[in-house]
């Protein structure tokens, strides 16, 4: 019961709770005070009774002390009854004279005197008087003894019986008054304390409804609020007021920046000339699109949404979520992919750089992409790799040239023995003829290789990505122009690591770095023998290893070297050492781009006159 009655002050109001605590409060009060009052009234009343009996037996026993000592009985019952009767007659119940014997000499009592009273509440020789509660007949009696003396001695003792039910009913008529004026009292704070509480929490409820009203996006509350100044509230409910006050000034204000940024928002979506997505954090579901990506990749919107963006795009979904967390904590845009390839509806192919930015979208985690077209200049980058490839394929055409007539002229000399051999009507021998045979297709198959190679090389990449082992285009540049380098007196030197990890590139692409940087690495050593430069070996070192989760490839060379100034522009496009007509300048520019595109790095260690090293890392493929 107890329970449920403070369970349901716990779930009232604020003003039902002050109100119930202020009631139980006053009745807490009044029950004390009542119960203090009666003690001290039933101290006060016992205590004068006792004082009244006393003054009575005191009186009796001056009275009564010729007729003691003179035996007279008839006086002495006149004595005390006279002393009963009266206006006494409600406050004593009886009284009785001994002498000192204890001899009963005269007593009140209508019916025989009851003998238990002799041996109850005896007079100590060293007292005035004696007061002892006794129960008589069911009631509870004040038995007050007062000693009778002449002189030194002590000649009888008078006993006077006061009601206790004398004070009771008294004690009785006070509690009526006394209950009546609490219950006045009560009602009255009664009343006072629902005032008070309506008053106090009369601002707060306005307060509570402002709140609403906020929640509700309202905030023309500024009359609302006025009201509650104008109740008079100097303290905390006026602190809390202005309090509301600034609050919703600053909600105000925050509201109107978010309008005006959802707006810019909504502005940059729909009208940005980049295609935006809108995707889902953890499945790179499309969410949203805006029409530059319906225009950009010919899908309708409905089409777009609930497909993943891996669907049109060749990158990774791992890729892409880390890519979103670095974001998250960098606090910025993030570039996840560079010439990532996508595919329109209809099949067409399109080159796009890809940007993240991580938000929260209808209650998720998600990711904003936006993707910028670069298909023109991808196209342009190829055509400019493409002529530098065969720019390159041009310079080397002698040496090609040389290594295409070895195979040639095997293959002719072996027909014009045989031309030799009919016209002289001689007879080759099957021996003779079964070596001519395969010595010429050998030299095919010589010449075959070549012009595949060349072939491959000289092949339009594109930007896929596949698991290679990097040490397949090193071995594939080298069967190309090996030969012709050390025709050259340039010394190839290798040292491979067999098991190294494979990288995600293309063979072709990273064949086009390694020629770059093996044929300028030759021109360093050519440069050097043309300046004069001390001979300390034409060689040329080519290292690959894996280390701490990267492939390295290192080429180094013998040549003439550079200067910190030189370093610091040799990846710029069209700037070179050569002299006008012997290179464009593209070569090492082309060459970081390719490699940046497989997310790798180049380091430059290099020394004048001492020779360069090109130190190349990719991440190792998992």
Known sequence: MVKRLISSVENTNLKNKIFFLITAVILLISVLIALFTRWVLISSLTSELKERGLGIGHSIAESSRGYILTKDIPKLISLIFDARLGVRKHLMGYVYITDKQGKILAHTFTTEFPVDLLNINPIDPEKTYDIELLRLDGKFVYDVAIPVTEGLYRIGSVHVGLKKQHIDQLIGKLRTTFLGFVSAVTILFFIISHYLSKYITRPITELIKVSDE???????????????????????????????????????????????????????????????????????????????????????????????????????????????????????????????QCRKKGGDLLYVNVHAC????????????????????????????????????????????????????????????????????????DKDLLQIVKEVSSQVDRAVDIIRRLRDFGRKADFTKEKININKPVQGVLDIIGRQLRLQNIDIQLKIDEDIPFILAHRNRIEQVIFNLITNARDAINQKLEAGGPDNGNRILIETHARAGQVMLAVSDTGIGMDTALKERIFEAFFTTKKMGEGMGLGLSITNGIVEDYGGKINIESFEGQGTTFRLSFPAAT
């Open 214 to 340: 906020i929640s509700r996006g309202n905030f023309d509350i500024t009359q609302n609020l006025g009201r509650v100044d104008r109740m008079g509230v100097k303290d905390e409910v006026q602190q809390l007021s202005n309090s509301f006050m600034n609050m919703t000034n600053r909600i105000m204000d925050s509201q109107a920046k978010l309008k005006e940024s959802e707006s810019k928002y909504r502005s940059l979506f729909t009208g940005g000339p980049n295609p935006i997505f809108v995707l889902d954090r953890e499945t790179l579901t499309i969410l949203s699109a805006n029409p530059s990506a319906e225009e950009t990749y010919e899908y309708t919107k409905e089409n777009l949404i609930g497909k993943t963006f891996t669907e049109i795009g060749s990158f990774e979904l791992d890729e892409v979520q880390q890519a979103d967390f670095q974001a998250e904590h960098a606090g910025k845009i993030t570039t996840i992919g560079s010439k990532v």
């Open 358 to 429: 991580p938000v929260r979208y209808q209650n998720r985690d998600a990711v904003i992409l936006a993707t910028t077209d670069i298909t023109e200049m991808v196209e342009k980058d190829n055509q400019l790799i493409q002529a530098s490839k065969m720019t390159t394929l041009g310079e080397m055409s002698a040496g090609i040239a040389h290594e295409l007539n070895q195979p040639l002229n095997a293959i002719k000399m072996g027909n014009e023995f045989i031309d030799m051999m009919i016209e002289k009507k001689e007879k080759i021998s």
